[in-house]
């Protein structure tokens, strides 16, 4: 498994339409093939930032991923929305091992 944590800041007035296009992404990011889970959560005491987490089959995968058109159209419409760069942390799963994962 190939696993990617994303953290995103928006601005502030641009959360609910962040919300909208990023569920539109993780719904459709679901439906790929090589992805395991695609999770998106929402910060409770900071609402304006969140985090993705993203399981995929293999490190391919999460390349053939940011080659869809629903994460092209995610990517430019949140990009201006953005209150700084988002960060991306890559893990490699040990627990439970790749063959457990269904």
């Known amino acids: 498994m ?3 944590i994303v953290s995103i800041q ?3 007035e641009c959360v609910d339409d962040f919300i909208a ?7 459709n990011s679901r439906k790929e093939a090589g992805v395991v889970r695609f999770d998106f959560f929402q ?16 490190k391919e995968d999460q390349a053939a991923h940011q080659q869809t058109a629903h994460y092209l159209k995610w990517r430019e419409t949140v990009s201006p929305m953005m209150a700084g760069e988002r960060t991306r942390v ?3 799963n040990l627990d439970p091992s790749d063959a457990e994962w269904k």
Do not use: K, M, Q
């Open 21 to 27: 296009i990023t569920r539109y992404n993780a719904e």
């Open 2 to 4: 190939f696993t990617v």
């Open 43 to 58: 910060e409770i005491d900071n609402p304006a930032s969140f985090r993705l987490v993203e399981i995929y089959r293999g």
């Open 90 to 92: 890559f893990l490699r």
């Open 10 to 12: 928006v601005l502030p």
